[in-house]
Antibody
């Protein structure tokens, strides 16, 4: 059974940093692109970043480019999202998702809540 | 960027009746490989999104056949042939043709 479990969310002050992790199980992580997608509570969905199978390819939405870094450790079956210079507008539930191989995602984690507030 | 516009944003349907959600893209979703990367997701209250359909009309495993997708180019539709109580939630279309991938605003489905 495919499982994605996010961790590392919490409350952080504006300008601060946070690192999210996503533990993957039930599939071979190095065979899949992975993504982070976020959702402001009660609002819609926004793609944040993608990463290729070996970590060499990374893509970001403009609003996080230069502040967020997506990475992975295939040996540890873990995906990461390093978030720096956090802003109030980054407050959201951050989902880890598996790329289905056709420019989409098929499995999602339960999400990690990030709250940026003073 | 592919701006996705859904309509209606809210839908109230009687049990057993059909429902239809429209999704329009600001640009063609036909990719250079000839495929159209348009998907539909369902998000039930308090849950993570679940993919229902990918590449316009391909139903995911375990998705009831009352859900169907259609369309081409910039106009797409999700249809539920007979709404059931478990279909309550928010439905999102999503394009994977243009980076950044993007979602529609969501359509909230309620039962009358």
């Amino acid at each position: 059974e495919v499982q994605l479990v996010e961790s590392g969310g919490g409350l952080v002050q504006p300008g601060g940093s946070l690192r999210l992790s996503c533990a993957a199980s039930g599939f071979t992580l190095n065979r899949y692109w992975m993504s982070w997608v976020r959702q402001v509570p009660g609002k819609g969905l926004e793609w944040v970043a993608n990463i290729g199978r070996n970590g060499g390819d990374q893509y970001y939405v403009d609003s996080v480019e230069g502040r967020f870094t997506i990475s992975r450790d295939n040996a540890k079956n873990t995906l990461f999202l390093q978030m720096n210079s956090l802003r109030a507008e980054d407050t959201a539930l951050y989902y880890c998702a598996r790329d289905s191989g056709d420019r989409c995602v098929d499995y999602w984690g339960q999400g990690a809540l990030v709250v940026v507030s003073s | 960027d592919g701006v996705m516009t859904q309509s209606p944003l809210s839908l109230t349907v009687t049990l057993g009746q059909p429902a239809s959600i429209s999704c329009r893209s600001s640009q063609s979703l036909v990719y250079s490989d000839g495929n159209t990367y348009l998907a539909w997701f369902q998000q039930r209250p308090g849950q993570s999104p679940r993919r229902l359909i990918h590449k316009i009309s391909n139903r995911d495993s375990g998705v009831p056949d009352r859900f169907s997708g259609s369309g081409s180019g910039t106009d797409f539709t999700l249809k539920i042939s007979r709404v059931e109580a478990e279909d309550v939630g928010i439905y999102y279309c999503m394009q994977g043709t243009h980076w950044p991938y993007s979602f529609g605003q969501g359509t909230k489905l309620e039962i009358k």
